[in-house]
């Protein structure tokens, strides 16, 4: 007896003696990655986005068949496009995961920075980073880019 023959009569032998059986079902998945944006197209007009966690990922329609998706943080959810009717046309499982190929974590005790080096090393934001370097670097970010609009900003440097 082959392993198929196998399986179709332990099936066959639990639904004669009215045992549930449990049957794997897979959903299509959608890989995207954090602080990265992916397009999505529909095959018919989108009305209705739904993100089973928003803290994981977010999604836009661009126009009636094209989705863009931004992952948020690391994790799985689920993506649900609705039509004007309000009948599915997409129910997926969203996996989003690190794009950080070139990070490097530096650890002070227990206190992580994360480093972005591609060639040079620069602080970046990621979730378990010490808090106290994230504001910081958070404060340098805000300062940049109100001077960067020609926007008076204050200095806490010594002149």
């Not at 099936?11 to 004669?16: D, F, N, V």
């Not at 003696?17 to 998945?29: E, F, K, R, S």
């Not at 994790?75 to 039509?83: E, K, M, P, R």
């Amino acid at each position: 007896m082959n392993f198929a023959s196998a399986v179709s009569a332990v099936i066959l032998a639990s639904s004669m003696l009215g045992a549930p059986i449990a049957i794997a079902q897979t959903y299509p998945m959608i890989e995207v990655k954090v602080d990265r944006a992916k397009v999505m197209r529909v095959s018919r007009p989108a009305a209705m986005i739904i993100i089973g966690n928003p803290a994981i990922a977010d999604a836009t329609i661009k126009d009636s068949q094209t989705l863009i998706i931004t992952g948020k943080q690391y994790g799985s959810t689920n993506l649900i496009v609705l039509d004007a009717a309000g009948e599915p046309i997409a129910d997926e499982v969203l996996n989003v995961s690190s794009a950080h190929n070139n990070h490097v974590v530096v650890y002070k005790g227990a206190n992580r920075t994360t480093l972005n080096c591609s060639p040079d090393c620069e602080p970046v934001y990621r979730i378990g980073d010490d808090i106290d370097a994230m504001k910081t670097l958070g404060s340098q970010i805000t300062t940049h880019g109100e001077m960067s609009k020609g926007e008076k900003v204050e200095s806490n440097f010594d002149e």
